[in-house]
């Protein structure tokens, strides 16, 4: 069972678009970039086929590992959902995690997740 306000997906994806690094005015690093989904997925029995675009960004040290990504890399992405802004409500995936599945199939998979400090 969930616990009470949890926000967590994880999704497999092929990373569309990757925008320049940026940086906030404190000098925190920002990366962006549109994630592409497309699975089989059993729905009440039956197989349907299904297909997603959502926008991502990562923060501080994870955001120099996306910005050294490629478009059309395969990623796994863990992280949370939120707002784009207050007058945008439509939803942003905030990376807290980024799994590398290009290379598995040869034994090869890199990882990494940052941790805040705190």
Known sequence: M???GANELRLDARIAEL?????????VP????GL????????GGIARDVSVELQ????GELA????????GMRIRATGFLAAKSLRSRMPVLHLSKIEF??????????????????
């Open 56 to 59: 991502a960004v990562a923060i």
């Open 2 to 4: 969930a616990e009470p």
């Open 101 to 118: 599945l290009e290379g598995n199939e040869n034994g090869f998979q890199a990882q990494v997740e940052v941790q805040e400090k705190g």
């Open 30 to 33: 920002i990366a962006a970039c």
């Open 19 to 27: 925008l320049p690094l940026r940086r906030t005015p404190a000098g």
């Open 64 to 71: 120099s590992v996306l910005a050294g990504a490629s478009p």
């Open 36 to 43: 592409a989904h497309e699975s089989k997925q059993d729905e």
